[in-house]
């Protein structure tokens, strides 16, 4: 048996009646009014992508997964442009005076055509000397969470999941996104500093991709649970290893060539839709455990 999500910020009820009968699925259960529904089916529709696309056009998010084991125990996620809404780097960058030239290789890198630790650490360098305080600025002026964050991580603890942030970037701001959000544990790179200025070095060994897929491989047997039980979130082509084997790996507003690689993608809504993906309705939504 299948699960069908559709979420959207204006969800039509004849669109997803016309979809259901089309397919011959079961009843439909609205998650919020006209915001999230889904219904189940026997299997996954040939014309499956084929709808998805039609959908896309018209902002709509569609995914099919399995309908057993949808409550997830734990929760991966990745932090920038995941959890909060910018890239780190590239907000220190701006601090610094190359804003441009790091966007750029960000973009590249986390479109899978750069080496991620190559860029990192081309990309580090070019924050030497740049005071170690501007960090916290960063943190307190540019830094934003994506909507749905702690609604999201409250709702997961609140129903016993284990929450893990994983991040490419900086402990600087990994700690606070996860005081402020509710993680368990983070795990990032560390700039370096001297006398509080960066050097333009990072610790070593750099966390990327497979140091994503180590920490769901440690944190799941620490835990004693499988792969299947963790639902993964992340953007950019370092995360694709983490993505791949959860047992629900969803590409939120990812990279096109990260998209196509993964079976769940959320482009239109907010991480909010990773709870209806697991089947919470908006009435079972638990508030933000910040504050």
Known sequence: MYIATLIAKTLDPAAVEALRNA??????????????AEFPLSEVPGNFRDI???????????????????????????????????????????????????????????????????????????LKG?????????I??????????????????????YCALVSGGF???????AETL????????????EGGTLTGGVGRPILG??????????ITARLGITEGE???????????GMLTRAGAGVALHAKPTVAAQCEIRVNHGDLSALLYLQGYTKAEFVGSLAG
């Not at 220190?92 to 650490?121: P, S, W, Y």
């Not at 307190?140 to 016993?160: Q, S």
């Not at 509710?182 to 500093?193: H, K, S």
């Open 23 to 36: 397919w011959g699925g079961g009843t439909v259960t609205w998650l919020a009014p006209d915001h999230a």
């Open 52 to 126: 998805w696309s039609d959908l896309q056009a018209i902002q709509i998010d569609l995914n099919i997964q399995p309908a057993e084991g949808r409550k997830k125990k734990m929760l991966l996620a990745d932090m920038d442009s995941t959890m909060i809404q910018q890239e780190c780097i590239d907000e220190l960058a701006e601090e610094a005076g190359v804003g441009e030239r790091v966007k750029d290789i960000t973009a590249r890198a986390m479109n899978g055509e750069l080496d991620f630790e190559g860029a990192l650490t081309e990309r580090v360098g070019l």
């Open 130 to 138: 740049l005071p170690e305080a501007v960090i916290q600025q960063v």
């Open 140 to 161: 307190d002026t540019r830094i934003t969470l994506m909507p749905g964050g702690p609604e999201l991580l409250a709702t997961m603890k609140a129903n016993g999941a």
């Open 171 to 177: 402990t600087a701001f990994t700690a606070k996104i």
């Open 182 to 193: 509710g993680f368990d544990e983070n795990r990032a790179n560390t700039l370096i500093a």
């Open 209 to 218: 991709r497979e140091a994503k897929v180590q920490a769901l491989e440690e």
């Open 230 to 240: 963790v639902i993964a979130v992340g953007d950019g082509a370092n995360d694709l």
